[in-house]
């Protein structure tokens, strides 16, 4: 969520703490649920419900507070053409996050024109060596590839 957040800090706030931007100069998220009305479809509901406060059905209609909760609790409505870069990594064969999510964040950066990278490990399942591990139990090279994704994106 803190990647597609403003993130600015409130100057007037008297604080100086507060009055800092925290906004991020790039991401690199595993595994992640991006929205969580599509996620509880997949998971059945329990976990976003718990996180949200709130459960949907599916006959819940749009303009009701239960399925505004979920979009406001949601990374992927907030995306916008400021964001940060975003590096993906996502199981094939996870069945906590459906790869679906990543792949709709992907396509969600995209259409913004943020850069997004999304890594799709084979055989990957969810938390599962750091939720990277392909079915030969190598994630080294995945770390790699994140130390590389941050040192690339300073701001």
Known sequence: MLGTLDGGGDRTDPDPINRLSAKVNAVVALMTPFDLARQREHSGGVPEALFVGASLDPYTSPTEVERRRYAAASPIIYVTADDPPFLLFHGDKDAAVSDEQSRAMAAALDKAGVEAKLVVISGGAHG?????????????GYFVMITQWFAEHPK
């Open 128 to 140: 599962r060596n750091f939720g990277l591990a392909s079915a030969d139990d190598r994630p080294a």
